[in-house]
T-cell receptor, first 115, second 118 residues
Framework: EAQVTQNPRYLITVTGKKLTVTCSQN?????MSWYRQDPGLGLRQIYY???????DKGDVPEGYKVSRKEKRNFPLILESPSPNQTSLYFC??????????????FGEGSRLTVL | AQKITQTQPGMFVQEKEAVTLDCTYD???????LFWYKQPSSGEMIFLIY??????QNATEGRYSLNFQKARKSANLVISASQLGDSAMYFC???????????????FGKGTLLTVNP
């Protein structure tokens, strides 16, 4: 089954404790991206990657890091989480000609709470 | 300026009736794509429908149709014969640039929470 898998789905952590949210896709997509969703703000892009070893900042990259060492994986790293990073996080992937639309395929989301 | 505007934070509709969710967009790129996603209370993002800027006809997918008015820069989602399971948050999104190009980024609106009443 074609899917984007994120882990963990739910996490409560404390300020300053480094954490990583993993993302893996099995559709051989070149493009992967992270979004955060906050009430009243919709989804905003954090980082994206056009291919292996190619990453770039989105609209809200502060406080986050990413890496793309393998095509299928695109982890999101919070080196020193703060309460304002409490959010619902989505990983998404896509590829040229996907469905003819370039739609994004989303993971199920990771709900992160930073105390 | 916001690129995607959804002016209805919440909407209510009776079961079996039709409902229109509004979306306006702003871009100077002649080639773009417009998407609608559904987010039920379980949280996942479900792709519903797509409209390309050069598509001549309005997109339809089952009970979903997209009322595309290019001159007005609007891309409203119409859900016919609403069902209880349609209760969810709905997001309008835009990709600037052609499908199959180098830009995959979607810019999202703030969403509309639709409640279907029995």
């Amino acid at each position: 089954e074609a899917q984007v898998t994120q882990n963990p789905r739910y996490l409560i952590t404390v300020t300053g404790k480094k954490l990583t949210v993993t993302c893996s896709q099995n559709m051989n997509h070149e493009y992967m991206s992270w979004y955060r969703q906050d009430p009243g703000l919709g989804l905003r892009q954090i980082y994206y990657s056009m291919n292996v070893e190619v990453t770039d900042k989105g609209d809200v990259p502060e406080g986050y890091k990413v890496s793309r060492k393998e095509k299928r994986n695109f982890p999101l790293i919070l080196e020193s989480p703060s309460p304002n990073q409490t959010s619902l996080y989505f990983c998404a992937s896509s590829s040229p000609g996907t469905g003819g639309t370039g739609e994004l395929f989303f993971g199920e989301g990771s709900r992160l709470t930073v105390l | 300026a916001q690129k995607i505007t959804q002016t209805q934070p919440g909407m209510f509709v009776q079961e079996k009736e039709a409902v229109t969710l509004d979306c306006t967009y702003d871009t100077s790129d002649p080639s773009y794509g417009l998407f609608w996603y559904k987010q039920p209370s379980s949280g996942e993002m479900i792709f519903l429908i797509y409209q390309g800027s050069y598509d001549q006809q309005n997109a339809t997918e089952g009970r979903y149709s997209l009322n595309f008015q290019k001159a007005r820069k609007s891309a409203n989602l119409v859900i016919s014969a609403s069902q209880l399971g349609d209760s969810a948050m709905y997001f309008c999104a835009m990709r600037e640039g052609p499908s199959g190009g180098s830009n995959y980024k979607l810019t999202f609106g703030k969403g509309t929470l639709l409640t279907v009443n029995p």
